[in-house]
């Protein structure tokens, strides 16, 4: 089970402490902004930088190219050969984009087609099965889904298609209760279908 909470800039200070908290309850990963990192770090979650940041401590991964974050290839290629000592997960919007991405040799490869990004009702699950899969078969790396996933037939329907986990910001940072959102999602990798 592999869950990345994208806290994007939609919580800080205590609210991203307190999410951070609720990730650590469910072994997800806080991907927090580089103001809230050391904060989040001392609850002992695994946190995340949500883009390259050089000045930052206590992170044990980050995500490059994610949607509000966009970089191109040789960027990427150029922030991955600096990141030495921490985790990497490359977020792609298309197949194509991900196999060129895959060539750098990412920890994860995370699958996450903009037009769903935020979707509540549609996510890249329900809506591109076929690609899920396509992705996971054309990549050496673990592959990761976002974009809308907001219920347990979406982290079903990814890992039956090969995908390791998902990356989720939307639906547990923006809900009422997080913690129900995120117990939801995480107790749907558990389940046996």
Request: aromatic letters at 6%; proline letters at 3%.
């Amino acid at each position: 089970m592999m869950i990345v909470v994208n806290f994007k800039r939609y919580v800080s200070g205590e609210q991203a402490v307190d999410l951070a908290r609720i990730c650590k309850k469910f072994g997800a990963i806080a991907c927090v902004q580089l103001s809230d990192l050391a904060a989040c770090v001392e609850t002992g979650v695994e946190c995340w930088t949500q883009k390259y940041e050089p000045k930052a401590v206590g992170h044990m991964g980050t995500l490059l190219n994610h949607s509000d974050y966009r970089l191109d290839f040789k960027t990427i290629e150029a922030t991955m050969l600096e990141l030495e000592d921490i985790k990497i997960c490359v977020c792609c919007k298309n197949i194509e984009e991900g196999i060129k991405i895959a060539v750098f040799d990412p920890n994860w490869l995370a699958f996450e087609p903009p037009a769903l990004i935020g979707n509540t009702q549609k996510s890249v699950s329900s809506e591109m099965s076929e690609e899920i899969q396509e992705i996971v078969n054309s990549v050496r790396c673990p592959v990761l889904v976002g974009a809308g996933v907001h219920s347990a037939n979406d982290v079903k329907v990814a890992l039956e298609m090969g995908a390791k986990g998902i990356l989720v910001a939307t639906d547990v940072v923006l809900a009422e209760d997080p913690e129900k959102e995120l117990r939801e999602l995480a107790e749907a990798f558990k389940i046996k279908y």
